[in-house]
């Protein structure tokens, strides 16, 4: 079946700026987590959902950063007020459960002007 | 605090000369290790897991090993295709992935 899909592929706002990011899991997978890759960085974990909960959410490194996920399925990551900081690539995974295999999608390229 | 730590940071091989990836952890209490491979513009694509000392798993050219302080991925005769950035991850068991921050690996023809 299909993968992880996330929209958009690339987005280039300006500082100060909301945006919204979506993934899509693979059909099935209760857990779903999202990731921050900077340049030359290692993957950042953000928050983590079982279902449409997310148990911790100490990830995310701001409270400009907000997430959810309805219907056991899609998750939005928003970011308001954008910093150049929070520029980087947003991946978004999928699994059966917490100690599964994960399953990336392609990631989306912020790009904050 | 945990820690997932990988070297070198980056390899450059010649096709055919075998060498070996590291990534040593500092964790609280270890449920799973993880090696990903992440090709440019691609999300990573998972390779392996393991979940206690002396376990090892192989797909074709690779070959993972634990130990209670380490990882190895080791890459036997390799060749260009192989050629992409490894990553490792922990977790441990707190809702949390720790990645390490990956080899850059260049196989040369």
């Known amino acids: 079946g299909a993968g992880v899909s996330q929209s958009p592929s690339n987005k280039v706002t300006e500082k100060g700026k909301d945006v919204e990011l979506r993934c899509d899991p693979i059909?099935?997978?209760?857990?779903l987590y999202w990731y921050r890759q900077s340049l030359g960085q290692g993957l950042e974990f953000l928050i983590y959902f079982q279902g449409n909960s997310a148990p911790d959410k100490s990830g995310l490194p701001s409270d400009r950063f907000s997430a959810e996920r309805t219907g056991g399925s899609v998750s939005t990551l928003t970011i308001q007020r954008t910093q150049q900081e929070d520029s980087a690539v947003y991946l978004c995974?999928?699994?059966?459960?917490?100690?599964?295999?994960?399953?990336f999608g392609p990631g989306t390229r912020l790009t904050v002007l | 605090e945990d820690q997932v730590t990988q070297s070198p940071e980056a390899l450059r091989l010649q096709e055919g000369e075998s060498s070996s990836l590291n990534c040593s952890y500092t964790?609280?209490?270890?449920?799973?290790l993880f090696w990903y491979r992440q090709d440019p513009g691609k999300g990573p694509e998972f390779l392996f897991t393991?979940?206690?000392a002396g376990e090892e798993k192989e797909k074709e050219r690779l070959k993972a090993t634990l130990t209670k302080k380490e990882s190895f991925l080791h890459i036997t005769a390799p060749k260009p295709e192989d050629s992409a950035t490894y990553l490792c991850?922990?977790?441990?068991?707190?809702?949390?992935?720790?990645f390490g921050t990956g080899t850059r690996l260049k196989v040369l023809a």
């Open positions: 059909s099935g997978h209760t857990a």
């Open positions: 964790v609280s209490g270890l449920r799973g």
């Open positions: 393991l979940y206690s």
């Open positions: 991850a922990v977790y441990t068991g707190t809702y949390k992935y720790i």
């Open positions: 995974a999928s699994s059966l459960g917490i100690t599964d295999t994960q399953y």
